[in-house]
C-alpha cells in the first residue's frame, strides 16, 4: 500500500457549486450533465432501500466523500472520510462529521458501525494492490444487512477506448488526467465484491461518449474554442442525451461507468 493518495487527490475535489447563485446556462448544465444523472441512478436506488428499511436512525459513511453533498445529509447522519483536508472543509459545513484519513488504511471506525456506506467515483483512483483492502474495510464497517452503493469508473472495451488506445490518448485522458490509476474491468470489479458480500446487483452508468476534455484533447480547434466557459457547457449538454442512450444500449463489457451495490 504505498501510493501516494494524498498527493494524488490533495485538493481535486473542493469546490461545490452554490446551484441558487447560478447562471440559467449553469443550472441547465448541472441539472442535465453526466455526473448528475449517475448521481440521479445513486439516489434513486438509496431512497428504494430506505422505503423499504425499518431504520429510524441511518447512519451514513460517505468514502471518499470530497466536499460532501447536501443530498446525502437530507438522508440520515452522515460521516465523510477523505484524505483530502482541503476538500473537507466544505463536507464539515454538511455532514455532522468529517475525517481526514488514508483510505488504504484501517478506517477510524468500530466493527458495524453504519448502516449504509456510500461512494461515488473513489474506487477508480484506488491502487489495484489496494483494492481487496478497501472493499474489506467497506464489509467491516457496515452492520449486519447493512447497505452499500457505490458508482465506480472501469476499464470498459468499447470504441471509445479503443479508439483512445489507437491515438495514445487512453493514458493521458482517462489516467492521468483525472488520477485513474486503478481502473479495472466491469467484470473484474464486480467480481471483487460478489466475493464478499451475500447480495451484489449492478446496472450500467455509461459507455462510449466523448466529453469536451477528450474532445479538445483530440482536436486543436475544439480545444481554442472551448476555452469559453459557456461553450464548454453547451457542448456537453447536447452529448447528454447520447450519454443516456448509451446506458440503454450498452453491455456490461463495455462499461466505462457502474454502479454497484448490494447488502452484506
Known sequence: MSTNYKELNEGRYTTLHDYTNLSLLERIYFNFSPGTIVLRRLFRILDD???????????????????GMKELALRGEVTGIDISDSSLRNAKKIYKKAIAYDLSKRYPFPDESFDI????????????????????????????????????????????TRYLRRKKLYQKLWIDFDGHIGLETPQRTIGRFKKRFKKVEYLVNNTSVFTVDELASIFPSIARITKNTSIRRIINLSLAPFYELSIRVTNLSSANNICVYGKK
Open 49 to 67: 432501500y430506505l422505503r423499504k428499511s425499518s431504520i429510524k436512525k441511518t447512519k451514513i459513511l460517505d468514502v471518499g466523500c470530497g466536499g
Open 117 to 160: 456506506v456510500f461512494c461515488s467515483e473513489v474506487y477508480g483512483h484506488i491502487d489495484v494492490n489496494d483494492k481487496d483492502h478497501f472493499i474489506d474495510e467497506i464489509k467491516r464497517v457496515l452492520k449486519k444487512d447493512g447497505f452499500f452503493i457505490f458508482s465506480i469508473e472501469t476499464d470498459g472495451n468499447n470504441w471509445l
